[in-house]
Antibody
Framework: EVQLVESGGGLVQPGGSLRLSCAASGFTFSSYWMSWVRQAPGKGLEWVANIKQDGSEKYYVDSVKGRFSISRDNAKNSLSLQMNSLRAEDMAVYYC?????????????WGQGTLVTVSS | DIVMTQSPDSLAVSLGERATINCKSSQSVLYNSNNKNYLGWYQQKPGQPPKLLIYWASTRESGVPDRFTGSGSGTDFTLTISSLQAEDVAVYYCQQYYSTPLTFGGGTKVEIK
């Protein structure tokens, strides 16, 4: 059974940093693009970043470029998102998602999400 | 960036009736070299993460009931629920994966009338 379990969310002050982690199991992690997608409270979905199977390609939404960094450790089946210089508008539930094997920009498995609250 | 616009924002449909959700992209998401539309549909129920229903605009994900149908090409797409069931109450999102940044529509809330 495919499982994606996020951790690392919490309360952080504006300008602070947080590192999110995602533990993957039930599939060959190194064979899939992986991404982070976020959802602000009561709002829609926003793609944040994705990373290729071997980590050689990474893409970000403009609003987080230079502040967030996505990475993966295929040996540990884990995905991470380092978030620096956090802003109020970064407050959201962050989902770890697996790209579909046939349509790598679609997401067929989602974690339950971890909430990031940015507030003083 | 490709902007995805969904309509309506919400709709109420009687049980057993048809629900139709529209999605329009600001530029074509049809890739000519493989004739595929890079468009997906998701369902999100309260308190849950989204669930993939449709990819390539019309390919049903494994396990998705056949009352869910995706159609359209280029810039105009539709998700149809042929006979609404109580468990279909949710917010539905379209998403383009033609180019980064990958973008989602604003969502359509489907309720029972």
């Amino acid at each position: 059974e495919v499982q994606l379990v996020e951790s690392g969310g919490g309360l952080v002050q504006p300008g602070g940093s947080l590192r999110l982690s995602c533990a993957a199991s039930g599939f060959t992690f190194s064979s899939y693009w992986m991404s982070w997608v976020r959802q602000a409270p009561g709002k829609g979905l926003e793609w944040v970043a994705n990373i290729k199977q071997d980590g050689s390609e990474k893409y970000y939404v403009d609003s987080v470029k230079g502040r967030f960094s996505i990475s993966r450790d295929n040996a540990k089946n884990s995905l991470s998102l380092q978030m620096n210089s956090l802003r109020a508008e970064d407050m959201a539930v962050y989902y770890c998602v697996r790209a579909h094997v046939y349509a790598s920009g679609c997401y067929d498995y989602w974690g339950q999400g971890t909430l990031v609250t940015v507030s003083s | 960036d490709i902007v995805m616009t969904q309509s309506p924002d919400s709709l109420a449909v009687s049980l057993g009736e048809r629900a139709t959700i529209n999605c329009k992209s600001s530029q074509s998401v049809l890739y000519n070299s493989n004739n595929k539309n890079y468009l997906g549909w998701y369902q999100q129920k309260p308190g849950q993460p989204p669930k993939l229903l449709i990819y390539w605009a019309s390919t049903r994900e494994s396990g998705v009931p056949d009352r869910f149908t995706g159609s359209g090409s280029g810039t105009d797409f539709t998700l149809t629920i042929s006979s609404l069931q109580a468990e279909d109450v949710a917010v539905y999102y379209c998403q383009q994966y033609y180019s980064t940044p990958l973008t989602f529509g604003g969502g359509t809330k489907v309720e029972i009338k």
